[in-house]
């Protein structure tokens, strides 16, 4: 199965590579980077730890009319809804009236907690949006059956990303001390004094507790661009700090994954890392000192039983998720593919409708203007001028790289480009 991705962020990168490959173990993953703001870095992209067979980078509408899609079986777009929406015209303009076209799949990197209605709306169009669990697959469908969308495009699965190792609670000992991560989030919270007052608080605890270890999980380096724009880089507050930080306090990066491999307590606010840990079967702290809000997206974990302060944390507390609450939101699943396999399946056995995206240029020619507009289109889909009045393509003149083979981090003449496109 040849499988291309579409991502516009590390993040949902990760998401779009992992969901490749547990859908089809033995398919081809193609990687094509959309050019922007938070496109990742060659050490974001290796932090994945999945090897492309071909990596590019592009605009909409050069990926859109990439010939390598001719041949595709898959397309997962991994990107924001806009983008998503944007994407469906852009192919939907791109296979009208061809007997044959790949699958559109697409779905949400981590939990729904916002814009849930506007979400679903701009994704509605392609073959299979994806459910992470069985209570996002409810209220899913309770939004596109009444509109006259086909509840058959909902699939449930789960965060590809969820590691199966499980957690050992009588690990630690003197060469393995008890260590608390605290997993940050670029945009939660977004301003500075609610930064400074989590990044104190980590520090307060791991001087309080000497014997534990405490890291402070960082989704990026200074410079470097997320799925969220961050502007208060906890690792930069604390170089502002007049005070030295405990010894047994560090800052560190990677996969989240091997992270946790040596994590005893979760900390965040509502990280997708706390899906990561409660899968294991880790205690999991979900963070209440600056509200359960809406905003912070914390309100999300209110039924898991895993919500508490950092003043419970200094005093032990190391929450666990109810089973009944992780099991509805498509945590621990003994199968997590098998739905999205028989889907997959199903539709390749015969021809596909053409591509019908909700939003159209005679429903919502404002909205879908502007989307379109954004991002090099015109209304019906075609390549059109790009901000600043260049042409789609010129841009691909200028742009345009495909690198055939594996993508590994540190080669010279792909590293270089990659590490530029993620430039702030």
Known sequence: ???????????????????????????????????????????????????????????????????????????????????????????????????????????????????????LLLRAGADIVLANSPFDARRFRETYVPLGIPGSSIVQTALPFLDHRPYDMNRTNAQHPYTLCFAVQPSVPGDRKGRTYMLRRAIEHARLRPGRDVLIKLRSKPGEATTHVETHHYQVLAEEMEESLPPNLHFVYGNMSD???????????????????????????????????????NHYFVGSGCVTDWEAIDQGAAPMAHESWTHDQGIRS???????????????????????????????????????????????????????????????????????????????????????????
Do not use: C
Request: hydrophobic letters at 40%.
């Open 334 to 424: 003994t199968d997590p593919f098998g739905e999205l396999r028989a889907r997959v399946a199903e539709l390749s056995s015969g021809p596909l409708p053409p591509i019908t995206p909700y939003y159209t240029a005679g429903s919502a020619p404002d909205y879908v203007g502007t989307l379109l507009g954004r991002r090099g289109l015109n209304l019906d889909g075609s390549p059109g001028q790009l901000p600043g009045g260049r042409s789609s393509s010129a841009m691909r003149r200028t742009s345009r790289r495909v690198m055939k083979g594996a993508y590994q981090f540190g080669v010279q003449r792909v590293a270089p480009k990659i590490q530029q496109w993620g430039g702030v």
């Open 1 to 119: 199965m040849r499988i291309h991705v579409l991502a516009d962020s590390d993040t949902r990168w990760k998401w779009g590579a992992g969901l490749a490959v547990g859908m089809a173990p033995r398919g081809q993953v193609h990687a094509h980077m959309l050019r922007g703001r938070s496109t990742p870095t060659a050490r974001q992209l290796a932090e994945v730890g999945i090897t492309p067979a071909s990596i590019s980078e592009s605009t909409l509408p050069e990926f859109a009319a990439a010939p390598e899609l001719d041949d595709a079986d898959v397309i997962i777009l991994g990107t924001v809804g806009g983008a998503t929406h944007a994407a469906l015209h852009a192919l939907a303009y791109r296979f009208q009236g061809q007997w044959r076209r790949p699958i559109l799949m697409t779905g949400y990197v981590g939990v729904v907690y916002e814009k849930v209605t506007d979400g």
């Open 259 to 297: 992270t946790l491999d040596r994590t005893d307590l979760l900390v965040t606010v509502s990280s997708t890392a706390a899906l990561e840990s409660m899968h294991r079967g880790m205690p999991t702290a979900i963070l209440s000192d600056l509200g359960v809000r809406e905003i912070h997206g």
